[in-house]
């Protein structure tokens, strides 16, 4: 009877796609609930770890330092509360053609993402405001809006952690959600407002139910395209990564079905479209000429720009192999070695199959020529969950045989001494790379690279990549060492609002009445307090060393990496700086 209870209970709680044993591993029945149990495990040590470190610059604040406040965060805060507030007002009624004119055809909205990831990080902020002391009088609470990204990230784990444990067994699902959980650059965009991790959550629910539900010998059922449908609808209203998903899943399901997946691929299509259009209303409004913005917008915005091997790239025109060069270069070893072990360990099954065809697509996509790329792996973050799922796999194989036939044949062949030496090696790699790369509660994750690269100082100070995203070390802990009551020339700034962002948003700056100014590349009318942020990509290389008679006043230092540098430029002798190649000349004013 207690069993029986159990699986009442496990089917009441489950997402229909989250358990279903592959042939490898059944699952007594009276242990169905464990996935949902390690899933919540999971979940609340991936929350705790992100949550723990979202303070951009709070006064007197017990929460740990986080990243800075980044380039986008105001943007997407101010849009969050605005969706958020206008649902508590208007209700179901937001989504009929007056309430869509009210909401969404107001000046002051931003159409150049879809709703849903700012609706939850406006929900997390008016959830959350109160909860942080030392906000002062700044518009925005930004840590509060970082618990959205934090809840989505710990939401990923624990889905994915279920996932893998329903169809693999615990071992593998904890073992997958807690790689995931230790990746830096996934851990480090939890911690700040933006889209990516939300993203990520909405492409990997959409990626679970093609797991299950499309690698089988028969088609999915109409029921199963259908919720297929909606996740994929999700991820729509999301980002734009979810245009990647239809070239994808029609090829596997043609190679997969042939002509039996037509009929699921069209319920697929049908009703994520449908999700899409009828959860961004401002859609309505104009649907052709909106559609046709929002999907130009998306190919047509201003050119960032990329370092990359010591050089500067305009965003179109970086090589190709970027996406694969940064993804091997900011995963630790210790996720790339066991996901190199399964691959090469035994067949794949068909749902190991399609997840890494769901992992290689992107990078493919991004590294096409003339598709623009940038911010290292922040495009492709949604490939970190599937990585983690096969690293899981291949993790519990470097412990335990795949199958006591496989134990049988090696012992038979007299392989297994040369097999135990491999693992043994793999586990010490393990263990060395752990030991170097595991820094959970570091608040510059977002700027982090792998042993894999040299850890921070090889891929800056050797391979020539970028050293730091944007501005994400201006933390509290830095803005604390700027005197009182002074006024600081920044360079570069690669936002017209980004002065003022930092000015407004930030209560430790607010409350040392520091001033930003932009550094107008004239050391003659502008000495004093100079800040120099270490993007690569913006800033003239220079202005990355400290010229002569300069005094340093702070500095954030990553693995001897420099992300910022604060100097007093007051007694400097400055060279004549030249602008980027082909562009040589005095220092001088530069748009």
């Known amino acids: 009877e207690a069993s029986r209870s159990g699986d009442r209970l496990f089917h009441a709680l489950r997402v229909p796609f989250l358990y279903s044993p592959s042939p490898e591993y059944d699952m007594p029945s009276a242990s169905r609930m464990k996935p949902v149990i390690a899933a919540g495990v999971v979940f609340a040590m991936a929350f705790a770890v992100s949550a723990r470190c979202v303070n951009h610059g709070l006064v007197s604040s017990s929460v740990r330092s986080g990243p800075g406040l980044t380039l986008d965060e105001s943007f997407n805060v101010g849009q969050g509360i605005y969706l958020f507030e206008s649902a508590l007002d208007h209700g179901p009624l937001m989504f009929t053609p007056s309430g869509a004119e009210q909401v969404f055809g107001r000046k002051g909205y931003l159409p150049d993402h879809p709703p849903l990831g700012r609706l939850l990080l406006g929900a997390a902020h008016q959830t959350f405001a109160t909860w942080f002391d030392g906000n002062l009088d700044a518009p925005f609470c930004i840590p509060a809006a970082r618990l959205g990204s934090s809840l989505a990230f710990a939401l990923t784990c624990g889905l994915l952690t279920a996932f893998a444990a329903g169809h693999y067994g615990i071992p593998v699902g904890f073992c997958a959600g807690c ?31 093609f797991l ?41 399901a043609f190679y997969q079905f042939g002509w039996r997946a037509v009929r699921p691929l069209s319920i697929l299509a049908a009703t994520g479209l449908a999700v899409f259009l009828f959860g961004w209303p401002w859609l309505w409004l104009d649907p052709a000429e909106n559609l046709m913005t929002y999907l130009g917008r998306a190919a047509d915005r201003p050119t960032l720009y990329v370092w990359y091997f010591g050089q500067r790239y305009a965003d179109k025109l970086v090589p190709w192999h970027y996406p694969f060069v940064l993804l091997f270069a900011t995963t630790p070893l210790f996720v790339i070695l066991p996901t190199a072990f399964r691959c090469l360990r035994g067949r794949l099954d068909a749902v190991e199959r399609l997840c890494l065809t769901l992992l290689i697509w992107p990078l493919i996509v991004f590294a096409l020529p003339g598709t623009p790329v940038y911010d290292g792996v922040r495009l492709f973050l949604v490939v970190l969950p599937l990585l983690a799922l096969l690293a899981g796999r291949g993790l519990v194989m470097i412990f335990c045989p795949l199958s006591a036939s496989d134990s049988a044949e090696e012992t038979a062949s007299g392989s297994n001494r040369c097999s135990a030496l491999i693992r043994l090696s793999v586990v010490l790699l393990l263990v060395f790379s752990a030991v170097l790369e595991a820094a959970p509660f570091s608040p510059y994750l977002l700027d982090r690279y792998s042993v894999v690269a040299g ?71 502008q000495r004093g307090l100079t800040l120099l942020i270490h993007r690569l990509a913006d800033l003239r290389p220079a202005l990355r060393h400290v010229p002569q008679g300069a005094t340093v006043l702070a500095e954030v230092i990553s693995d001897g990496v420099v992300l910022a540098r604060l100097i007093d430029t007051t007694n400097a002798t400055w060279p004549e700086i030249p602008d980027w190649p082909n562009e040589s000349g005095p220092l001088q004013a530069h748009p």
Request: overall charge neutral.
């Open 179 to 209: 790689l995931l959980m230790q990746m830096p650059r996934m851990l480090g965009h939890s911690r700040i407002a933006s889209l990516e991790t939300a993203t990520g959550l909405f492409w990997l629910l959409t990626s679970l139910g």
């Open 212 to 252: 299950q539900w499309w690698t089988g010998p028969h088609r999915p059922s109409g029921r199963q395209s259908f919720v297929s449908g909606i996740a994929w609808g999700l991820l729509l209203l999301t980002k734009v990564q979810g245009i990647l998903i239809p070239p994808l899943i029609t090829g596997w």
């Open 455 to 525: 850890l921070n100082s090889g891929a800056v100070n050797r391979l020539g990549l970028e050293a730091c995203y944007w501005a994400d070390a201006l933390n509290g802990d830095f803005w604390n060492q700027v005197p009182e009551a002074s006024v600081v020339y920044v360079a570069p700034v690669s936002h017209q609002f980004q002065l003022q962002d930092l000015e407004s948003l930030v209560p430790v700056i607010r409350d040392r009445k520091i001033r930003l100014a932009p550094f107008e590349y004239d050391p003659q009318a």
